[in-house]
């Protein structure tokens, strides 16, 4: 059974930093690459960033150099470190992965910045 569990979540002021995991099971984590998606109400659920398997990193132009991912696969877990936050990221933010052609979701972990 797979199993992706956020947490980290909650409210912030704008400027403040955050630390989100997602701890994995039922995966082969290490050889996985992890995504953290965020949907804020009334929009859809966009990609904030990406770690492969290898390491190598990717993310939204609108969150580069404030919001670092990284993995400890011995924890079989990934974070998401956002610096500077903004009212607009107000949103949930959601721990994704791909494994045997299917997308598996977390459950969400809401992340609150206020003005």
């Known amino acids: 059974q797979v199993q992706l569990v956020e947490s980290g979540g909650g409210l912030v002021q704008a400027g403040g930093s955050l630390r989100l995991s997602c701890a994995a099971s039922?995966?082969?984590?290490?050889?996985?690459?992890m995504e953290w998606y965020r949907q804020a109400p009334g929009k859809q659920r966009e990609l904030v960033a990406t770690?492969?398997?290898?390491?190598?990193?990717n993310y939204a132009e609108s969150v580069k150099g404030r919001i670092t991912i990284s993995r400890d696969n011995a924890k079989n877990t990934v974070y998401l470190q956002m610096n500077s936050l903004k009212p607009e990221e107000t949103a949930v933010y959601y721990c994704?992965?791909?494994?045997?052609?299917?997308?598996?979701w977390g459950q969400g972990t809401q992340v609150t910045v206020s003005s």
């Open positions: 994704n992965t791909k494994a045997w052609g299917f997308d598996f």
């Open positions: 039922g995966i082969p984590f290490s050889i996985n690459a």
């Open positions: 770690i492969t398997s290898g390491g190598s990193t």
